[in-house]
């Protein structure tokens, strides 16, 4: 029986063959060039007068323009038949323009390589960026909308270091998916990405065909939508606008409380001194125009922060696609987020009181960004931690299920029945917070714990704002523990598990100290087996470990010792109060 060939499955196409490639010729127009050609509109419209007078003098000192001095230059540049000049210039700018464009696309290239990822540029001041493929945290295709009018998207592989992330800008869209595919296959470890080049594949037209071919795709894709056709659309979960708009307001509320209370206590201050200088009617104006000034900004923040959420989660699916979780959303801008397997670092799924009544959840992520921590902070770093920005309980089922495919069966009921909706009456499997530090969780205390399992550590806290966080062991970068002086006379401790940087936080407080102490041992050990046997930051490779997974035993020293002393009674207690174990 014969071996299929990996290459019949493949697109005769592939950029992925170790060569140079440019980038669209129309990159620079929309890297700079349309900011640019704006900016210049602007300061033609506005000294549009001083540069037909300069010019005129320019070419036809005898014209005597200076002695017009009313009426539009522009009608005297036409009555004096000057129009051929006029063209001549203008077509003279836009050749210099189209030229510069010319050199600075030439200077733009980019390759994918067996091993990485590389974009060079520059004329001047040349730089060059390489992020390795095993390194790849994801690819990220984004479609601004401008560029979206003439079928370009930028393409970002996301590294895995602060401003590691290397951006493709801009291709058409169907090329930018085409180089996705590359460079995902061979991320996952695959080497069939580069075969289809050696046999050969159809030319690239040149640049004309290429703006052509982009401009109808983007004509043709602007209400279609992107990147939904290589998933199965039985099991992409969808968000319906009145839910989502809804479930935005009830978050807006939230701002519209919070900058109420800032104008309420701005107005406190203000009022008694406007009283204090004037009476009567003017005293009422004075203190009207004061809230409109400080009002209206304050209604026009809420709203825009509102909208920006909802802008930015409408077209909202999420699927499975071979080589990993696929994630769009956007009205204006569409963004495209594929997560490859065993780049997730956390799940947090979290539930505001003003959601309950409808049972609404969300679900966020830790994953490493390739940004600083200022963009992070930002906007678009928030959005792509956010894997659904709101479900139902069967929605939220259906991404757990997608983000985190290895949770074993038995920890469900951790998750949902015991932590979801926990604690429960009876039975209950997680490590809680002592009732004798109900003072630091006044209101959650009861709900406030942990459990460890040989897939993860999760987390359960809060009851105002509902939140169960996952740490998968096979990616935790580490756990410590804490112990202050007021700690100490409680017997209690504080735990916190380390992942990358991210709006999952993984920290349960006021835990008894012989609890911790086992703890801390119980999940180094499994945290060791389960990377060990994890092999899905290379999904698709056939290599298996060499050697067999390093055996310690539940009984062990190496598992039972603790790295940490909480307990005051005991007379090898450190001294230190605070120690990473």
Same mark, same amino acid.
Request: glycine share 8%.
């Given at each position: ?129 390489? =992020?390795?493929?095993? #390194? !790849?945290?994801?690819?990220? /295709?984004?479609?601004?909308?401008? &560029? *979206?009018?003439?079928? +370009? @998207? ?19 869209? =169907?090329?930018?998916? #085409? !180089?996705?595919?590359?460079? /995902?296959?061979?991320?996952?470890? &695959? *080497?069939?990405?580069? +075969? @289809? ?19 109808? =795709? ?364």
């Amino acid at each position: 029986m014969s071996t299929p060939d990996p290459r019949a499955a493949l697109p005769d196409e592939t950029l992925a063959d170790g060569e140079w490639h440019r980038l669209h010729p129309l990159t620079p127009l929309f890297k700079g060039g349309l900011v640019l050609l704006i900016v210049a509109g602007i300061v033609l419209n506005n000294f549009r007068d001083r540069i037909v007078y300069w010019i005129v003098d320019l070419f036809a000192p005898d014209a005597h323009m200076s002695d017009y001095s009313s009426g539009d230059p522009v009608d005297w540049v036409m009555e004096n038949n000057f129009i051929l000049l006029a063209l001549l210039i203008v077509l003279g700018v836009l050749i210099v323009l189209i030229v510069a464009f010319w050199i600075v696309w030439r200077f733009q290239e980019f390759r994918i390589s067996d091993d990485h990822v590389e974009v060079r540029k520059g004329i001047v001041f040349r730089s060059q960026r390489r =992020a390795p493929l095993d #390194r !790849v945290q994801g690819v990220n /295709l984004t479609r601004p909308f401008p &560029a *979206r009018l003439i079928g +370009l @998207a930028k393409l970002e592989v996301v590294g895995a270091g602060t401003d590691a992330n290397v951006p493709l800008e801009y291709l058409s869209t =169907a090329k930018a998916e #085409r !180089v996705r595919a590359d460079i /995902l296959r061979l991320a996952s470890g &695959a *080497r069939a990405a580069r +075969l @289809a080049r050696q046999d050969g594949g159809p030319v690239v037209g040149g640049v004309r065909a290429q703006v052509l071919e982009s401009v109808n =795709a983007g004509v043709s894709g602007l209400i279609e939508g992107v990147d939904l056709t290589d998933v199965e659309p039985e099991s992409v979960v969808k968000i319906p606008t009145g839910r989502l708009v809804g479930s935005q307001l009830l978050s807006g509320l939230l701002w519209f409380v919070f900058f109420t209370a800032i104008f309420a206590v701005a107005m406190s201050f203000a009022i008694p001194g406007i009283l204090s200088e004037t009476d009567g009617p003017e005293a009422i104006g004075a203190i009207i125009a004061v809230m409109l000034g400080m009002g209206v900004p304050l209604v026009i923040a809420t709203v825009a922060v509102t909208w920006g959420q909802i802008s930015k989660s409408l077209r909202y699916s999420i699927a499975p696609t071979p080589d990993g979780v696929r994630i769009t959303y956007g009205l204006f801008t569409t963004t495209t987020e594929t997560i490859p397997p065993g780049r997730i670092f956390a799940v947090e799924v979290t539930q505001s009181l003003l959601w309950r009544p409808f049972g609404w959840w969300a679900v966020k992520i830790n994953r490493m960004s390739g940004k600083s921590a200022a963009q992070q902070q930002s906007g678009t770093g928030q959005q792509f931690s956010i894997v659904l920005p709101v479900g139902v309980a069967a929605d939220v089922q259906r991404v757990l299920g997608l983000i985190l495919p290895d949770m074993p069966s038995q920890d469900l009921p951790l998750v949902w029945q015991h932590g979801i909706h926990g604690p429960q009456a009876e039975g209950d499997p997680y490590q809680r917070l002592e009732k004798r530090g109900w003072w630091r969780r006044p209101f959650s205390w009861k709900r406030h714990g942990f459990a460890v399992t040989d897939f993860g550590l999760i987390l359960r806290r809060g009851v105002v704002w509902r939140k169960l966080a996952v740490f998968p062991l096979a990616r935790l970068q580490g756990v410590s523990v804490h112990q202050g002086p007021i700690d100490r006379a409680q017997r209690v401790g504080y735990l916190k598990a380390h992942s990358v940087t991210g709006v999952v936080l993984g920290d349960v407080v006021g835990i008894d100290s012989a609890v911790l102490n086992a703890a801390v041992g119980d999940v180094a050990h499994r945290a060791s087996v389960a990377a060990y046997a994890d092999h899905s930051h290379r999904w698709a490779s056939a290599e298996t470990p060499d050697a067999e997974a390093p055996v310690v035993a539940e009984n062990s020293d190496a598992a039972s010792e603790p790295l940490i002393d909480l307990v005051p009674e005991a007379p090898t207690a450190p001294e230190t109060d605070n120690r990473d174990a």
